[in-house]
């Protein structure tokens, strides 16, 4: 079954389509990652699978929350809280702060003292994504996961994603190449415009 599927899926601005004609079906615990050339609207796409961005064309069907991880210049860390201080606002911002206390596990590669400001991509990557698990989704989009990181980084972020993808949560994330795309299926975005 799938946790998101988008049917003639469009986006357009006054300068033209920013992606369209998108069907994809992403079913629990799979990963489909969106390849594609700058300006092709990999994130857009991500964030309209989430959500999180007005579309013009089709239709987009969630089951369950689809959370957002790292998306640069969308979603970042505050960069005065600490990786733990991040951990618990977003605790208390699903679960308020009289309720059962959703258990999350700050990833073992992350100081939990470190700051948002302090944290490098992969830093970031792996905090993005011990948040969006505090939402329980049943699906994580992810932008990125092949720029600004070695191969060795890669290789973890790699592992963080299977890991989601082995609890059951369907992950959609977002690379330049095809080559970046781990496992899973791939998706590939042409420029629009």
């Known amino acids: 079954m799938s946790v998101v599927e988008a049917r003639g899926l469009g986006a357009r601005t006054r300068r033209g389509w920013v992606f369209r004609d ?7 615990g799979e990963r489909v990652t969106v390849t594609g050339p700058a300006g092709s609207g990999r994130t857009s796409l991500l964030l ?9 064309a089709g239709t987009v069907r969630r089951e369950g929350v689809v959370a957002l991880a790292h998306v640069p210049g969308v979603h970042e860390p505050e960069p005065a809280l600490t990786v733990a201080e991040h951990v618990e606002e977003r ?3 699903l679960d308020g702060p009289f309720r059962r206390r959703r258990p999350v596990a700050i990833d073992p590669a992350m100081d939990p003292g470190t700051l948002g400001r302090d944290l490098d991509v992969l830093g970031r990557h792996l905090l993005g994504l011990t948040l969006a698990r505090v939402a329980a989704p049943a ?14 980084e890669r290789a973890l972020l790699d592992e963080a994603l299977d890991a989601l993808t ?28």
Do not use: K, Y
């Open 48 to 56: 309209a699978l989430a959500g999180c961005f007005r579309t013009s």
């Open 139 to 152: 699906a994580v989009v992810v932008d990125d996961v092949d720029s600004g990181l070695s191969i060795e």
């Open 166 to 193: 082995a609890d059951g949560i369907a992950v959609i994330a977002a690379a330049r190449e095809v080559a970046a795309a781990g496992t899973g299926s791939v998706f590939e975005l042409e420029g629009q415009r």
């Open 91 to 93: 605790r208390l911002l």
């Open 22 to 28: 998108v069907d994809l079906d992403v079913a629990a």
